[in-house]
């Protein structure tokens, strides 16, 4: 059998990859899991019973100079944990385990959905290191292409599609939430990672407005990154991090500043609008916005499209319905992620070779 690290920085990328892993130790491969700890990211794979080796949490500085010492640092600490443990493949969205690999000579591959317009810094510092970049077919690598290996899906679909993901209406009950009574799901998130500066999202004083606004339509509850202001605080859920696509996936509108939240909620049929300055220039979330019309986004300074968006969705009574429909078509256009990657990963490098002379060979997993 073979051996395989991931490195996960990010609580996305544990939903991303949880499935694949659970996958291949089933086949019996040895897996090992390498976290630097983010928002919930330790609680989800202490809550989830995932063994992982945690390094050093990098500061929240984004100047450039601390950035390059952070990014040294865990380089060093995952190469120090690659010569113990001498994976056969690595994956992740960390930029650290390319060059892990160029100096190993171990084949390392990000699986990425940012367009490398979108994060050019990830793009320029580490995608010339990658052997392979596993990203959605709309996305763009720029000028990588030769690296790129295209599949018609999303990350969220590699925990969120019907065949691994059922929705229970127990957690509302869990949590209070009454069945019957419309809800709406607020998250506000951090916006403090090197692509995110000079990103803005929601405000303290839009967010206001916006509770103010839902609240009398009806319940409000509140994910959040960052502290909250005391206004707001009497509308935080406490809730496990597992179980927040069961609360997603019955809310009446999902509002937030992340753009993973805000394709979770799509995929799962639940309306949504989106504020920050990523919008526009993420090509899988325009297709999920655009094409699938499943929500809307806005920019930063766009506060009065932002909120004729969420009126728009207030006003439809029959918004839950009309998702539902447009996510039965996505569902039937794209394929069961977690199936392809663990099919790339256990039949590489001839997986690989299949896929660049027959990109098209992924529609094997639908």
Excluded at 108 to 122: I, K, Q, R, Y
Excluded at 343 to 351: A, M, Q, R, V
């Amino acid at each position: 059998m073979s051996s395989y690290l991931f490195m996960i920085s990010h609580p996305a990328h544990f939903h991303l990859f949880r499935n694949t892993i659970i996958r291949l130790k089933t086949d019996s491969h040895d897996v090992t899991v390498v976290i630097r700890p983010k928002d919930v990211l330790e609680q989800l794979c202490v809550n989830s019973g995932m063994e992982y080796i945690k390094i050093r949490e990098r500061s929240r500085n984004v100047r450039k100079i601390g950035l390059a010492l952070s990014l040294v640092q865990k380089t060093i600490a995952v190469l120090q944990i690659v010569r113990q443990v001498k994976p056969d493949l690595m994956f992740g969205c960390d930029g650290s385990i390319s060059y892990v690999g160029k100096l190993t000579g171990i084949p390392s591959f990000d699986c990425d959905e940012d367009d490398a317009e979108a994060t050019p810094l990830f793009a320029k510092l580490f995608y010339p290191f990658f052997t392979g970049i596993i990203t959605p077919t709309i996305c763009s690598v720029g000028k990588w292409t030769p690296k790129k290996i295209g599949h018609h899906s999303y990350h969220e679909l590699a925990y969120l599609h019907p065949r691994l993901f059922m929705p229970s209406k127990s957690y509302l009950e869990k949590y209070n939430i009454p069945v019957d009574h419309p809800f709406y799901l607020i998250r506000f998130a951090q916006l403090t990672a090197h692509h995110d500066a000079g990103i803005h999202g929601i405000e303290k004083e839009t967010a206001l407005r916006l509770v103010m606004i839902l609240r009398e339509k009806g319940n409000v509850y509140i994910t959040s990154e960052r502290p909250l202001e005391p206004e707001l605080e009497p509308y935080r859920m406490h809730i496990d991090p597992l179980d927040i696509f069961h609360i997603m996936a019955y809310a009446d509108l999902f509002v937030g500043d992340s753009q993973t939240m805000a394709a979770e909620a799509g995929v799962l049929g639940t309306p949504f609008v989106r504020l920050n300055d990523f919008s526009g220039r993420l090509a899988y979330l325009n297709e999920i916005e655009d094409y699938y019309m499943l929500g809307d986004s806005h920019k930063a300074k766009d506060i009065e499209g932002f909120f004729q968006s969420v009126q728009k969705w207030l006003n439809d009574p029959d918004r839950k319905n009309k998702c539902a429909e447009r996510r039965a078509k996505l569902l039937s256009e794209k394929i069961d992620l977690t199936k392809f990657l663990v099919w790339f990963i256990e039949n590489y490098p001839e997986s690989m070779e299949t896929m660049k002379t027959n990109p098209s060979y992924d529609w094997n997993f639908k």
